[in-house]
Each structure stands twice: as structure tokens, then as C-alpha cells.
């Protein structure tokens, strides 16, 4: 009777919420699914069940997307968005976890690990992103931000250039005060590199602008950015590989939005490892995608952080500011790509990238195109 009205409880509960709730199982098949996703899919949970929904979803990646259930210790997500043309057009934004094997749910098809992905419709804000563009309210927004750009990065500018001629001058100190003052010169030095990150990030967020494409050299791109935090790796002591085989391939980037998120999320890994460690940097080219993987040696975390990572102002630092990762996620849908997060306390992360190879971009912007 108890579990009965529980489960009643929790039947009610998801299905009064907005997201879309939907249990796979590792064939793809249909374990559950609440009212919201029959709604954004277009189908009867009691017809579907048991059956493979994955024509539902055309655009995504499946193989990959139920090769997350490979059972390791390491908890696991994947993120995107994903384009629907039934029963509406709808852009869906889609996160995916793997379940434990809880040994056969319900009346289900079978037992085994499982995949719960949540579904969030983002149509409505694309569309106010689009026309959001030209309102405006957000013109003026985005001229305050611009004009606060301005005017803060200006005396900070003024202050970094000082700070270094400051440094010159204590160099040429006597060797005692040279260590006292040049001590205090790298602090002040540190807080407007700070100041600097948090206005530049601040601003991405609220003034995001539509990427520019371009065919693209990634790995160009990762050496460029790594180049740009050289001091910052040797200081911290962290050995930094980068593999890929053979070539690269060219993918349709804008070239300052992905180094952005290469900046991010390698800035991340590095501060995970407060006490040093190794960040590999794999890059890996398949018919889809072209990877770029970033596993660092880390602190990691848990499955309790995994869905909260990418939302605003979510941050375990006492400087952070929680945006990094927002930014990542943005700009990587932006590109039609895809985020897989994997990660264990004390043991690492890794975050892999999945760029979309020519293809695929064209196919979604003739598909946009055709929809007038
Ligand atoms: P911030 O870096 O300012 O905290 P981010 O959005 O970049 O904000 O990251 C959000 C949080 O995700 C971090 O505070 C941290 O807890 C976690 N995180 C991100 N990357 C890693 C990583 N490589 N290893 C461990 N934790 C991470
Ligand atoms: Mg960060």
C-alpha cells in the first residue's frame, strides 16, 4: 500500500513538472516517460513503452549517448541541443545521465544500467534571443554593458601597464625590499588579471553575440590558447600534453568564441589541481565529430554537482564566479556541438568537446533554411 501511494506521489510529481523526464534503457528502449515529453516528442507513453525511441530523436549521437552506461566509478553526463521537427519545431536543450542498474524498473523491458534524460524546451528562448536582438530593451543593456566595459577597462589597462613599469623598478632594488615589494607588486598584478577575467567573462554572459563561422584549424587554436597561459601552467607545476594523430580536420568554428571555451575550461582543470598534476589534451576526428578532450588529474567531483555544473553563478571557489562553464555549454550549442563530463572525486575530470565536422552544420542550416 506504501509504496503504492508513494509511487502515486512521484508519478504526480513528475508529471506536473515542465521538463521532459525520460528513462531509457541501453537499447534505447522506452523505460519511462512523463507528460512533457509526450508532449515535445509527440507520442503516448503507453503505446511507446518498451519500444525504441530513438527515431524520435534523430539528431542525436545514441551510440555515444548509451555508451555512457559503461559502468566505471566515474559519474557521467552528456549535454546539447537537439533540433525537433515533430509533433513542432522545437529546439530542445537535453541532458543525459546513466542510471544505476536497479535490477528491472517497473514493468520494464529489461533489466540493466539505463540512461534518465531531461528535457527542457528552449524554443521560446531562442526565439526571444532572436528577436530579443533588435529590442530595445536589450540594445540599452548591451550599451551600459558595453559603456562599463569601457570605462572599467580603461584605468585597468592604465593600472596593468603602471604595475609593470612599478615591477621594473623594484627589480633594481636592493635584494631585500626587491622580495618584499615585488611580493606585493605580483598580488596587485594578480587582482587586475582577475578583475580583467571577471569583466571580460561577465560581459560574454550578458552580451552574447551569434558566433561568426569560418573554417577553423583547432588545434592551431589550442596551441594559441595554451601559449596564453604559459606563466600560468609553469607556475602552478602542471604538465600539459596534447596528442592527436595524423591531421586535424578543418570544422566550421568562430575562432574567438572556441578559444574562449578552451580558455575556460583548461583555466578550470588547472585550478583543480591547486597541488599540480597533468592535463592531457586529446584530439580525436570520427565521421561526426571532431573531439577535443581535456582530462585533467584533479580534485573532480560528484554526481550531486554534475547537474548544476553548467548554471550561472555555480562555483565551489572562493574567487569564482561561476560563468566559465555556462559559456562553454552556450558556445559549444551555438556550434551545433555536443559537452560529455565525466569526473570522480579525487581523481579527475575530464570534459570532451564534440564539434560538429562540415557536414552536419550545413545539413542544419539547410533544414533552418527550408523553414523560411
Ligand atoms: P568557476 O570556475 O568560476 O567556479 P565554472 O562555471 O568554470 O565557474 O565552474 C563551475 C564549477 O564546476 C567549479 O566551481 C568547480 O566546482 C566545478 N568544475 C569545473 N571544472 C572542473 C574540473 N576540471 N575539476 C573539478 N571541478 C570542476
Ligand atoms: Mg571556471
Known sequence: MRLANERGFLEAIFQSIQEG??????????????????????????????????????????????????????????????EVAYPEHRHLSLYAVPLPDLGGVGDAVAAG?????????????????????????????????AGVAHEIGNPLNALNIHLQLLSRAVAALPEQSRDEFGDLVDVARNEVGRLDTIITQFLRAVRPQ????????????????????????????????????????????????????????IKNALEAMPDGGSLKIAMQASDVWLEVAFLDTGVGFGPEQMGRLFQPYQTTKANGNGLGLMIVQRIVQEHGGQIEVASRPGEGSCFRIMLPRASRRIRMLSTTAEKG
Open 113 to 145: 544500467p539505463s540512461v534518465l534524460i531531461i528535457l527542457r524546451d528552449v524554443t521560446r528562448d531562442r526565439a526571444e534571443e532572436a528577436t530579443a536582438l533588435e529590442s530595445e530593451r536589450t540594445n540599452a543593456v548591451k550599451l551600459l554593458a
Open 21 to 82: 523526464v525520460l528513462a531509457v534503457d541501453s537499447q534505447g528502449r522506452l523505460l519511462y516517460a512523463n507528460r512533457a515529453t509526450e508532449q515535445m516528442l509527440g507520442f503516448e507513453y503507453a503505446k511507446l513503452r518498451g519500444r525504441s525511441v530513438m527515431r524520435l530523436l534523430r539528431d542525436l549521437d545514441w551510440d555515444r549517448l548509451l555508451r555512457i552506461t559503461d559502468a566505471d566509478e566515474w559519474s557521467r553526463m552528456v549535454t546539447r541541443e537537439v
Open 210 to 265: 551569434k558566433p561568426v563561422f569560418a573554417a577553423g584549424d583547432v588545434a592551431d587554436l589550442l596551441q594559441e590558447t595554451l601559449r596564453l597561459m604559459k606563466t600560468e601552467i609553469e607556475n602552478r607545476r602542471i604538465d600539459v600534453a596534447v596528442e592527436f594523430p595524423g591531421e586535424v580536420p578543418k570544422v566550421q568554428i568562430d575562432r574567438h568564441q572556441i578559444k574562449q571555451v578552451f580558455f575556460n575550461l
